[in-house]
């Protein structure tokens, strides 16, 4: 069953603005995931925050994770018309960390 | 990195034949391979995990006799999709993982449409 939800659903922003998109997830968690997916192909791996970690920086993009309230959130700084793509959440479980159950996903669109 | 292969990237099959799914971990032994499904505009849905040599294990709502596993191998387990019915068209992504990894790779999917 599909664990994460994510929001906004669809999001649309003009080039050079940053993107914002949260994930929810239910269960206690290993690490959680960020992937990027351009519409029909295959996923790209942005980022892995451990559950004991609080944030998390790789180029353009800054993860949050916050297992209180278990969530975390995804930020593009300076977006580019290239990130338009469908982004997911995905939680590891601590028994299993290689098994991922994917949020919903949230689509993004860079406007040039 | 750990590359994973997924073939073949497309298939188109009439309905009620069979079409087989293979998925290989290419420099690293896969412990470990899972299997998604993605409906258009949907996120990944986990159908099965599969441990070399050991049955699958499949997600509530899969049918097993359906979607036959086989994980063979620490390089590749095969999805077939047996039957196949115009509802089964769908994007196909598999995963795998081995001892030491901290996250799974991810093929590239296989895009299969039932005519």
């Known amino acids: 069953s599909q664990q994460g939800e994510e929001d906004p659903q669809a999001l649309s922003i003009q080039e050079g603005e940053n993107a914002t998109m949260n994930c929810s997830y239910k269960?206690?968690?290993?690490?959680l995931q960020w992937y990027r997916q351009n519409s029909g192909r295959g996923l790209v791996h942005l980022i892995l925050?451990?559950?004991?970690?609080r944030e998390k920086h790789s180029g353009r993009l800054r993860v949050t994770l916050d297992t209180s309230k278990k969530s975390s959130s995804l930020l593009i700084t300076a977006s580019r018309a290239a990130d338009t793509a469908s982004y997911f959440c995905?939680?590891?479980?601590?028994?299993?960390?290689?098994?991922?159950?994917f949020g919903s996903g949230t689509r993004l669109l860079v406007r040039p | 990195g750990a590359v994973v292969s997924q073939h073949p990237s497309r298939v188109i099959c009439k309905s009620g034949t069979s079409v087989k799914i293979e998925c290989r971990s290419l420099?690293?032994?896969?412990?470990?391979m899972f299997w998604y499904r993605q409906f258009p505009k949907q996120s990944l849905m986990l159908m099965a995990t599969?441990?070399?040599?050991?049955?699958?294990?499949?997600e509530q709502g899969v049918e097993k006799d359906k979607f036959l596993i086989n994980h063979a191998s620490l390089t590749l387990s095969t999805l077939t999709v047996t039957s196949a019915h115009p509802e089964d068209s769908s994007f196909y992504i598999c995963?795998?993982?081995?001892?030491?990894?901290?996250?799974?790779?991810f093929g590239n999917g296989t895009r299969l449409t039932v005519t």
């Open positions: 995963s795998a993982a081995g001892t030491g990894s901290t996250s799974g790779h």
């Open positions: 269960t206690s968690i290993n690490n």
């Open positions: 925050i451990r559950s004991n970690e």
């Open positions: 995905a939680t590891a479980k601590m028994d299993s960390s290689y098994k991922l159950i």
């Open positions: 420099d690293f032994q896969a412990t470990t």
């Open positions: 599969s441990n070399e040599g050991s049955k699958a294990t499949y």
